[in-house]
């Protein structure tokens, strides 16, 4: 863009007017953390369309090799982007959706424990069981009971 061009011609000229040491340093300090801001809202912007992506296909097949051919970035880029945005990996992060979905699914339902597994994401009761058993330590049934009374 031009602004890294009006840097960049800014920090050559210091060099050439034989500015001090600093403020050849503080040119070059500009460049750097121009460039840092771009590539952070880069970032966010790609974290924002994964998180848009995986709620609007709860439901689907939201595995690493997904996300990787419909964004088309690498697996290890993808990892870090949702590391540094959301503080899980991709995996944990599809799975806490998922398991919000079927928690309000559980409450606001008389949907068989099955079927909201299927709409919910997990596709079938165990794999739902034992989302359930790791992130909320209680089975959906329970879960159902404990915040419902039936």
Known sequence: PKIIKELINAHELSKIINATKANIQASFLQIISFLANINKSKKSSISSNLAVFIMDNLKSDLSLDVLV????????????????????TPHEYITRKRINLAKNLLISSN????????????????????????????????????????
């Open 69 to 88: 051919s419909k964004f088309g970035y690498c697996k290890n880029s993808i990892i870090q982007i949702f590391k540094e945005e959301f503080g899980v």
């Open 111 to 150: 949907m068989p424990v099955e079927a909201i597994a299927f709409e919910s994401g997990f596709g079938n009761y165990i794999n739902l069981y034992k989302a359930f058993i790791k992130f909320e330590n209680c089975s959906p049934n329970k879960y159902r009971i404990e915040n419902t009374g039936h």
